[in-house]
């Protein structure tokens, strides 16, 4: 018989001690896949809100303008360039902006703010603030109105008191907040959606108003309708000072920009700044964010620049708090990873050791009648593979519904928490990493541990004195 379907066999006459031994392999796996998913998805998080919806991975930019970005250092504004990049292979979008900072006031509040000019067709591929309007916000007279309304249940009405002045972009998320089902969903979100209408609209080609992010409009107190004053410095020292109509307000998932950020047309930026054709920066959006292809693309589109004054940057140099900030984050992690590795070894490895002493006294007869002890070293490590596939399997498995759960219905923290998150920048939400490649590496580790293991009953068994063994 070979040698593999005694190891199976083997496995099964003592199932208590396999289920033992496998679940210790089984939760080493799923401790360290959901541990690792977790950090990821923070991460891809992180950089979603801060780059991906926003800055772009690529910036092609003044060779100054990182060391200062002002509008002294901005670049012309080439339209055939633009389509050139467009129609470049691996190329998702590229949108051109205009970036510079103001004084923004209303009555008797005033506050720095980031005005960025956008093409608003061309930013629907990046940052899309159309998506990001406020459609509805909850105030203390609707909330009246629908605790009269004798069509709403009760365990509805008592929930919402707690979404006073809380804004949504879409009805699906109050669903979620009032934790609605599906039938009630099909009749209440209609009556919600109408009583907690916004108003609110995107901006036109050449609008001559603007979109203030939530925040900054809570802060300055600005409505919809509401003016706008923006003072600032324009290009080459020219004073920049203009009203704008409040044309909508946008919600921004990344709390530093939701406390500052105003959005004009590209336009009306540029008459503003008086730049003329002039831009800040191309920001843009690549169909692979890995990084290797960060770099080719990179190096790709230095090439068709062929310009002493203009260069590409990648979001690790344009942002690099935000990258210092992850780096410094995956190493902590990494090393509590590997403590946790540590111990998850010693508790696989106390498992082997109680099934080794288990079975001492069975390995003596085995060699006394004849077994080679080779053979019976091989047996062994068969025996730890196949207990090892067990575990890793099983945690992999037990693992993919709560990863796959929470990386579409990500935790909202709040509290102490949540403050510490949006005060570091970040939205408060705490997703996992979709099931990837992180996960296969995980079981590699965990099967290495699995693999070191069955050093010790392998040097036991060649070590075995028949005499001692059927005495134990």
Do not use: C
Not at 93 to 107: D, E, I, N
Not at 349 to 363: A, D, K, N, Q, S
């Amino acid at each position: 018989m070979k040698l593999y379907k005694i190891a199976w066999r083997n496995l099964w006459r003592n199932r208590k001690r396999t289920a033992i031994t496998s679940a210790s392999i089984l939760f080493a796996v799923f401790f360290a896949v959901v541990m690792r998913s977790l950090e990821l998805g923070f991460y891809d998080h992180m950089i979603k809100n801060a780059i991906e919806s926003y800055s772009g991975f690529l910036q092609i930019q003044h060779v100054d303008y990182q060391t200062d970005p002002s509008l002294e250092n901005t670049i012309e504004l080439d339209e055939g360039f633009i389509a050139q990049l467009e129609n470049a292979e691996g190329v998702k979008a590229v949108v051109p902006r205009v970036q510079t900072f103001a004084l923004a006031s209303s009555g008797e509040q005033t506050k720095g703010a980031l005005i960025v000019g956008i093409d608003p067709v061309k930013e629907k591929k990046l940052s899309n603030p159309e998506i990001r309007l406020v459609r509805h916000q909850f105030t203390k007279e609707n909330i009246e109105r629908l605790n009269e309304n004798s069509g709403i249940p009760e365990s509805v009405k008592e929930k919402l008191n707690g979404l006073l002045y809380k804004s949504y972009t879409n009805t699906g998320t109050i669903a979620m907040d009032l934790d609605l089902d599906e039938e009630a969903e099909s009749f209440l979100l209609s009556i919600l959606g109408q009583e907690t209408a916004f108003p609110g609209e995107y901006l036109q080609a050449n609008d001559d108003g603007v979109l203030v992010s939530e925040r900054l409009s809570k802060y300055l107190k600005l409505k919809v309708g509401d003016t706008l004053i923006l003072y600032g410095q324009g290009y080459q020292g020219a004073t920049a000072a203009d009203l704008f109509p409040v044309r909508g307000i946008v919600s921004i998932p990344n709390p530093e920009l939701d406390n500052k950020l105003v959005y004009a047309s590209l336009e009306k930026a540029q008459y503003f700044s008086n730049l003329g054709n002039r831009i800040s920066n191309l920001a843009i959006n690549l169909d692979d964010n890995s990084d290797k292809n960060l770099k080719y693309m990179e190096k790709k589109l230095s090439d068709m620049l062929n310009s002493e004054t203009v260069t590409v940057e990648n979001w690790k140099v344009f942002n690099k708090v935000l990258w210092q900030q992850i780096e410094s984050d995956n190493n902590s992690g990494i090393i509590f990873l590997g403590l946790l590795y540590f111990i998850i070894f010693f508790g696989i490895f106390g498992t082997v050791l109680m099934m080794i002493h288990e079975r001492y006294r069975e390995f003596g007869v085995m060699v006394s009648i004849g077994m080679q002890k080779t053979r019976l070293s091989v047996i062994m490590i068969y025996e730890m593979i196949l207990m090892g596939i067990l575990g890793v399997l099983s945690g992999i498995i037990l693992s993919l519904p709560l990863i796959l759960t929470m990386h579409y219905n990500p935790v909202h923290l709040t509290g102490d928490m949540a403050q510490m998150m949006e005060d570091m920048g970040f939205e408060a939400v705490m997703p996992l990493a979709s099931p990837g490649m992180y996960m296969v590496w995980q079981a590699v580790i965990v099967a290495i541990m699995v693999a070191l293991s069955s050093i010790y009953p392998i040097r036991k068994i060649f070590a075995l004195k028949e005499i001692d063994a059927l005495r134990a």
